[in-house]
């Protein structure tokens, strides 16, 4: 059953916590990207990755760090700096990452992140 | 700046009943618009992508149509059913290498 699995779907995090996100594919897609959506306003881009060992910074990576050691694997840490981290979060893939305009993207279930 | 707006932000029709969501943006370049529909508490569905030579297109039940003059779509929801209650995402893709630019959302209630 291919798809973009996340987890956990419900997480809490204390003040001062770091908290890692888990995004799993297995789509064979090359690119994977973790957005945030809060209520009332449109997704908004954290990191995004083209490659396996490569990411870059979205719209508002402050307080977000990411990895890419597998092709399958995007997870994403919220770390203490990141001072307002309630929020849905969004993982999703591509097929070849080039951002091309035809490009489709395929969402994951979401994590609900919330402060203790 | 980029954006792009939707209206209304929420909607509410009975069962049976047609109804149309619109989308307005500010984005330069354009390549292609798209809606999703995102079910609470789950990831975005895409329903149709449409680029600046198509003015309508279809998916069953889902009729989307783009104004890139006036730089308008709107989703017209045919015969609604009960699960169609969802949010309803309008994206607009500026061109190659950008990021997609993401509307807030229409949530729409089915009432039986």
């Known amino acids: 059953d291919g798809g973009i699995t996340q987890s956990p779907k419900y997480l809490f995090r204390k003040e001062g916590q770091n908290v890692t996100l888990s995004c799993e594919q297995n789509?064979?897609?090359?690119?994977m990207y973790w957005y945030r959506q809060d209520p009332g306003q449109g997704l908004r881009l954290i990191y995004y990755?083209?490659?396996?060992?490569?990411?870059q910074k979205g719209d508002i990576a402050e307080g977000y760090s990411v990895s890419r050691e597998k092709k399958e694997s995007f997870p994403l840490t919220v770390t203490s700096a990141q001072k307002n981290p309630t929020a849905f979060y969004l993982c999703?893939?591509?097929?070849?990452?080039?951002?091309?305009?035809?490009?489709?993207?395929?969402f994951g279930s979401g994590t609900q992140l919330s402060v203790l | 700046k980029n954006q792009v707006e939707q209206s209304p932000q929420s909607l509410i029709i009975l069962e049976g009943k047609n109804c149309t969501l619109q989308?307005?943006?500010?984005?330069?370049?354009?390549?292609?618009l798209r809606w999703y529909k995102q079910d609470t508490g789950r990831g975005p569905v895409s329903l149709t992508i449409?680029?600046?030579?198509?003015n309508t297109k279809s998916n069953g039940r889902y009729t989307a149509t783009l104004d890139a003059d006036t730089k308008q779509s709107s989703l017209h929801i045919t015969a609604s059913q009960l699960s169609d209650s969802a949010s309803y995402i309008c994206v607009v893709v500026p061109g190659y290498g950008q990021n997609f630019v993401f509307g807030p959302g229409t949530r729409l209630s089915v009432l039986p």
């Open positions: 449409m680029t600046f030579s198509e």
């Open positions: 990755s083209q490659i396996v060992n490569d990411f």
């Open positions: 999703a893939s591509s097929i070849e990452g080039t951002r091309d305009s035809e490009e489709k993207l395929f």
């Open positions: 789509l064979n897609h090359d690119a």
């Open positions: 989308c307005n943006y500010t984005v330069s370049p354009f390549s292609n």
